[in-house]
């Protein structure tokens, strides 16, 4: 699919689309726990004027299309670009001194950053220890002119087991790979809540803060875990909750640890202690693999 940003006035914006981060249906049994496929590219574009969106629809590959530019993105580049940045992870995009290619790209979990051009060898430009993604630049390059701004969603939701009939998915969101609409982002978390046909969304918006039977979920661990289980599902057999032996705390893995299992863990309290199996924490993981 080719999506030109220019005849969409109303903007445009490009996320990785995936499965929800939670999820309680009561038609669907937890398909956390399923092994994830690849999601697609979910677009949602506006004309000028229009409230309506002309797209709102998820593919396996697009095409950004400006003049006579024309950039090529992935499920993995996007999902990468995401984690990364979430994670806090440097990325930039990398351009080969001798052939001028800006399509180097290097998958968050393989740890590596290539120094050389894929495809004549030459030396990348760039901060050697970034990691090389083509989606970074696609914001400069495709939204001239828009200064983009992210704001925490305005409302608050409690969901209790009563709450929706039908049940719920829940997503944490993260800036989308490219915005082009004068108005601010939303971040928080993105709830469906389900009438008892399973299918009637009685809530479909984004709120700043999110309370599931009480207990309030932190937004940047449901951000991580959307991230996590992202991946085509490859970290799901390393993800746990970890509580810390002396303080009991549920530990949050950020930056690369959120991404790479480890057995070392050290808790805010300053006790550092081993698990026995290679691991990721994250305390949604309690929460969300038992609904
Ligand atoms: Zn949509
Ligand atoms: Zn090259
Ligand atoms: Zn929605
Ligand atoms: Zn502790």
């Known amino acids: 699919m080719d999506l030109i940003p220019d005849d969409y006035e109303g903007g445009v914006a490009i996320w990785g689309a995936s499965h929800p981060a939670a999820s309680k249906r009561r038609s669907d049994p937890a398909p956390i726990v399923q092994i994830r496929s690849n999601c697609g590219l979910h677009v949602h574009a506006r004309r000028a004027g229009e409230e309506r969106k002309s797209i709102d629809k998820s593919f396996d590959s697009l095409d950004v299309v400006r003049a006579d530019e024309r950039r090529t993105l992935t499920y993995e580049q996007v999902w ?54 083509p989606v970074v630049s696609l914001q400069a390059e495709f939204a001239l002119g828009t200064t983009r701004s992210c704001v925490l969603a305005p409302g608050r939701i409690e969901i209790a087991p009563d709450t929706f009939p039908g049940g719920f998915d829940i997503w944490g969101t993260s800036p989308a790979v490219l915005w082009t609409a004068s108005r601010p982002e939303e971040s928080g978390a993105h709830v469906h809540g389900y009438d008892s046909d399973g299918r009637s969304r009685l809530v479909d918006q984004t709120f700043g803060v999110l309370v599931v039977n009480g207990q309030t979920i932190s937004n940047e661990a449901l951000r991580l875990w959307q991230d996590q289980t992202g991946f085509n599902g490859v970290l799901r057999p390393f993800l746990r909750t970890v509580r810390c032996p002396r303080c009991h705390r549920a530990l949050l893995d950020k930056g690369w640890k959120a991404f790479i299992p480890h057995r070392e863990f050290q808790c805010r309290c300053g006790f550092l202690f081993f698990e026995s199996h290679a691991t990721i924490s994250n305390p949604i993981c309690d929460w969300a693999c038992s609904l």
């Open 80 to 133: 990468s670009y995401r984690a990364a940045h979430d994670a806090g992870i440097p990325q930039e995009t990398k351009r080969c001194r001798e052939c001028g290619d800006s399509t180097a790209f290097d998958d968050l979990l393989s740890q590596r950053v290539r120094r050389k051009c894929r495809k004549c060898s030459g030396m990348l430009d760039g901060d050697p220890i970034a990691f090389a993604n």
